[in-house]
């Protein structure tokens, strides 16, 4: 069974909102960073946003900081991302991610991170 399953993505007009959910089937006891990541075709893959489970600190990536959010109080095996005022450059698949906290860098690509499949994002003009 895979450890991160998304769920949510599709086909939005810009400046519509989504929203991805991810299952957590890991043990994430202790502090870890959950996040989400997107990678766009030809484009490297970007931490978006992310939640530090420690002290359920935030991080954002600036070009989706006040559109993206990610709702605290969830239970731990449940990630959601909700995404407003969508642009077409928010097009991606986006995907659901865990790794071990190392303070400050729920964004950082090069962390030990176990992976979602990914799902979808098209935003439409």
């Known amino acids: 069974r895979a450890q991160l399953v998304e769920s949510g993505g599709g086909s939005v007009p810009a400046g519509g909102s989504l929203r991805l959910s991810c299952t957590v089937y890991l043990n994430t006891y202790g502090r870890w960073c959950m996040s989400w990541f997107r990678q766009a075709p030809g484009k490297y893959r970007e931490g978006v946003a992310g939640?530090?489970?420690?002290?359920?600190?935030?991080y954002y990536v600036d070009s989706v900081r006040g559109r993206f959010t990610i709702p605290q109080g969830n239970p731990k095996e449940r990630l959601d991302l909700e995404m407003s005022n969508l642009k077409s450059e928010d097009t991606a698949t986006y995907y659901c991610a865990a790794a071990r906290s190392t303070a400050g860098r729920c964004l950082d690509p090069t962390l030990s991170w176990t992976w979602g499949r990914g799902t979808q994002v098209a935003v439409t003009s």
């Open positions: 939640i530090n489970t420690g002290d359920d600190s935030t």
